[in-house]
């Protein structure tokens, strides 16, 4: 018995030493190799992107995914990580250099900084300019199925129509969600009046029964499938979506929406601060920077890569909508710790509720 | 024997990464934000009452289910022939060889409203049903998922009762539900314990099967201390507390549940 | 008379319906644990990328599997931290237990107490704690999460297991036969290795399947415990939940699932065979708990 036993053991061991072996064989690790942590949003890169990378420079990129800025910036508080590249959204990157968690870029090691427009250069977020380096931006909308949402959409009230009820997706953080029911009420995103905040959020509170689920990257799948038949989402997914399901189709709503920049920045800390500024390098070039784009259906800031967009990704006003649209939208900007708070605290009660 | 002192390594572990981790977090629990002592975060305690009372609720309720659906598999399986009784073993067991996220995002696919459950019911003629994103499937995923930690520990209790105990008792005129009341209940009792505890624990701290299976819509402890360090609510202060307050409801009703058998858990966890 | 027959007759019947009834019942409960998996396995062969809509027959993601490098050093990761870890627990938690067994009575039920933290502990504190941990003596002593950090977090959680599974065959160890070999001239280690060992072989035995078992099925400690540069495939598969699973990983579950099951069956059906000669031979060989 006991014989068999052992064998038996032998057997699940050698098995597993030889698939192990097979996998680590597969990855090809080697010590010596240059490398660079990336930290990510899930689905916003062209994953050939970094193979080309790897083959080019030779460094071995290791990616990560995070689904929210919140996420992001509470992994990085937390400790214990170390990534070289992160790609916040504005207002995080304006939270992150006031609380000193971000390294300056060194620009001699990035000349391809040089490619972004004028426009990007310098924003709100980081005045100085000196901490980030423009990846894509876009717009927040509604996506939805035009074979169950029959009527025109215009509105950010469609979410809240009761017609829809089990259909609807929101949000799952509390900036965006919050957020659109702030615009809703026409207030501003960038509120610090905690009794609109509190109006938005007993609205989000009304809608609760009317929603399937809180999502961030699962909505790709609850749309295209048909599961789900309203959501609001960014732009540049809902480019991806459409593709997918033609059916769907996207509303920049008439209240005003979110516009928003997602820069790579380097984290204070950063052990590959050189590799780090390589890869941000690689990203801005515009053969690299139109293949992202091609693949996330994002908007890139810099004007070679949008030059060689084809044509119909160029015309398409989902990515590149007229500046009238555009100035109705409105950037997040980072808010006081007693107002971050407040949003906690009323999106647990929105959860709990 | 003199070989006493070769468990001194083991000690020196589990004394760094046991004992010191759960005193890392009680100091945790009580520091603010600006490093001195405070019991802020206690006090913020009673906004989450919600949470934790929804999560106590759904625990329970799947252990309930775990326990009603578990026992007898566990007493049909152990008074089977040995052969039976192994294959029966290995089939609870074999699942767990498939990663448990896997398998509850499969249930997702059986549940959505375009699911495969609600396919096969509309090819039948049958209405849908509509079960995702409640906390009826994040039950179910609780369920599913901690099934076998209830069924486990029950069958190898059963299965080591004497069995000339039974004939005994038969002997002496019981009827076989006498003989299940009497002796073979009351002797399994700590294999129930054993697999209560195995299923509670897990559900009440989840977080992960409220995600896939309720569509985010509630929050349950594991959600709510796993946004204090990774989430969208970075603090672990915070979160410290929060664990601490789970472990210590946790332990307790541990504590008085083993009052009431031997209280003789782990040594049949497997 | 007439009453007492008819009153037998009924138990059989009652008897056999239940017993009809209670395999009825365990089938529908297997069928529970295993439709999930079915589903898994099923659309693992499917040429689209749906998990609900079957669009024909296909082995692209298993081809396709084997070059994905992401997956592939996930997986590469989880079997080397699941086999170191269960290594080293199964050999300190062997020579340890042995040790405790000497302890004096109040020691040694203090330090059984412990032993069960981990296991009674949520996950979800376990991973928590450690991490609080790691990143604070990461701090002093300058170094950040990895792999380091994730093979001692499954060390300590696998630890408890194996020292529970070797524990009860030691006890049922006749105390004085180490130190007979001793007397007849062993050295302690040969003693071990002579004596002790052979005994509580099986114990030893089912603590590496089972620390083995847990390392590969652990996520939540993982997720707390790995830091930013290595991934186990509980890891990789939890992100992907976020967005969509890829089939590839389906792949990779059905081969796995797969050789385990064979695996089982073969050492199943040779020891069945072998159990059913023994009996033959009416020579039944003593139960043993395993």
């Known amino acids: 018995m006991k014989k068999r036993n052992a064998a038996s053991m032998a057997l699940v061991l050698a098995l597993t030493l030889v698939l192990g072996v097979l996998g680590t064989g597969c990855g090809a690790t080697t010590q010596e190799k240059r490398e660079v942590n990336v930290y990510n949003w899930g689905e916003y890169i062209d994953t050939d992107v970094l193979t080309q990378f790897e083959k080019e420079t030779g460094i071995k990129v290791n990616y990560k995914t995070y689904p929210t800025n919140e996420a992001l910036y509470s992994s990085l508080k937390s400790g214990g990580v170390s990534y070289d590249v992160i790609i916040p959204s504005d207002y995080m990157i304006s939270r992150m250099i006031q609380e000193d968690m971000l390294d300056k870029i060194d620009f001699k090691n990035v000349p391809n900084a040089d490619k972004v427009d004028e426009v990007y250069r310098n924003p709100e977020y980081d005045p100085t300019g000196e901490y980030s380096v423009p990846y894509m931006w876009g717009t927040v909308g509604i996506i939805y199925d035009t074979k169950v949402v029959t009527e025109p959409v215009t509105s950010w009230s469609i979410l809240f129509n009761e017609k829809y009820s089990g259909k609807i997706l929101m949000f799952d953080n509390s900036r965006d969600a919050i957020g659109i029911a702030l615009k809703y009420l026409g207030y501003s995103y960038n509120t610090t009046d905690k009794d609109q905040i509190k109006e938005a959020v007993d609205l989000l509170v009304q809608q609760k029964p009317l929603v399937q689920a809180y999502v961030m990257d699962q909505i790709f799948e609850k749309l295209t499938g048909g599961e789900a038949a309203i959501g609001p989402y960014y732009a540049g997914d809902a480019v991806t979506m459409m593709e997918e399901n033609p059916d769907l189709a996207f509303c920049l709503p008439s209240e005003g929406s979110n516009i928003f920049v997602d820069a790579m920045c380097i984290p204070k800390g950063a052990a590959n601060k050189e590799e780090a500024e390589e890869f941000i390098n690689f990203m801005c070039r515009g053969d690299i920077s139109a293949a992202n784009c091609q693949v996330t259906g994002y908007s890139t800031p810099i004007g070679e890569a949008y030059d060689l967009l084809p044509e119909d990704m160029r015309d398409n006003t989902v990515m590149y909508p007229d500046k009238e649209t555009l100035a109705k939208c409105e950037t997040y900007t980072n808010l006081p710790q007693d107002i971050l708070d407040f949003y906690d605290e009323e999106w647990v009660r929105l959860m709990t509720d | ?270 | 008379m007439i009453r007492k027959q008819a009153e037998s007759i009924a138990s059989s019947i009652a008897r056999r319906v239940s017993g009809a009834f209670g395999n009825v019942y365990t089938g529908l409960i297997f069928f529970f644990l295993y439709a999930p998996i079915a589903v898994l396995i099923i659309f693992s062969f499917n040429a689209s990328k749906s998990r609900t809509i079957w669009a024909g027959f296909t082995l692209d993601w298993y081809i396709k599997l084997f070059q994905d490098s992401g997956i592939m050093d996930a997986f590469g990761t989880t079997i080397l931290v699941s086999v170191l870890a269960a290594a080293i627990s199964t050999v300190a938690g062997t020579v340890a237990a042995v040790g405790l067994q000497n302890l004096r009575r109040r020691p040694r039920s203090i330090l059984m107490a412990v032993n069960n933290i981990p296991i009674t502990n949520a996950d979800i504190i376990t991973g928590v704690s450690l991490m609080l941990l790691f990143v604070s003596a990461g701090k002093l002593m300058g170094f950040t999460l990895g792999f380091g950090t994730l093979l001692m977090a499954h060390i300590t959680f696998d630890l408890p297991y194996v020292i529970l599974s070797v524990t009860p065959k030691l006890r049922q160890l006749d105390k004085h036969t180490f130190e007979a070999a001793q007397d007849l001239g062993a050295t302690p280690f040969q003693a071990f290795r002579k004596v002790i060992l052979p005994e509580i072989r099986p114990g030893v035995v089912n603590g590496l399947i089972i620390a083995f078992t847990m390392s590969i099925d652990d996520f939540v400690i993982s997720y707390f415990t790995a830091g930013s540069r290595v991934e186990t495939l509980a890891m990789a598969i939890y992100s992907m939940t976020r967005k969509r699973i890829n089939p590839e990983i389906n792949a990779l579950s059905t081969i796995l699932f797969v050789s385990v099951l064979t695996l089982l069956i073969i050492v199943n059906v040779r020891q069945a065979r072998q159990e059913r000669l023994a009996e033959a031979a009416m020579l039944k060989p003593p139960e043993e708990e395993v």
């Open chain 2, 1 to 270: 024997m003199k070989a006493r002192y070769i468990s001194v390594p083991y000690v020196i572990w589990m004394a760094l990464f046991v004992i010191a981790p759960l005193i890392l977090v009680v100091i945790f629990a009580f520091t603010s934000e600006a490093g001195g002592f405070t019991l802020e975060h206690f006090a913020r305690m009673s906004r989450y009452v919600g949470i934790f009372a929804n999560s106590l609720f759904l625990a329970l309720v799947a252990t309930a289910i775990c326990f009603a659906a578990g026992y007898p598999v566990a007493y049909i399986l152990a008074r089977k022939e040995s052969v039976f009784r192994r294959v029966g073993m290995l089939l609870i067991m074999l699942p767990m060889w498939m990663n448990f996220l896997l398998r509850t995002y499969a249930w997702m696919s059986l549940l959505e409203d375009n699911g495969l459950i609600n396919r096969f019911l509309t090819f039948l003629g049958l209405p849908g049903i509509s079960v995702i994103n409640t906390d009826g499937a994040v039950v179910i995923g609780m369920v599913y998922n901690f099934l076998p930690f209830m069924i486990l520990p029950i069958f190898s209790v059963i299965e080591k009762i004497d069995r000339r105990t039974i004939e005994a008792a038969q002997d002496l005129g019981a009827n076989s539900l006498v003989v299940f009341r009497r002796i073979i209940f009351p002797l399994s009792l700590p294999g129930v314990l054993s697999g209560i505890t195995m299923v509670f624990v897990p559900s009440v701290s989840t977080f992960v099967i409220s995600r896939l299976l309720g569509g985010g819509k509630t929050l349950l402890l594991g959600d709510l201390i796993e946004m204090q360090f990774f989430g969208n609510a970075y603090n672990p202060y915070l979160g410290s507390a929060i664990s601490l307050v789970m472990m210590v409801i946790v332990m307790v009703s541990i504590a008085i549940m083993n009052r009431f058998g031997e209280g003789e858990e782990g040594a049949m966890l497997l």
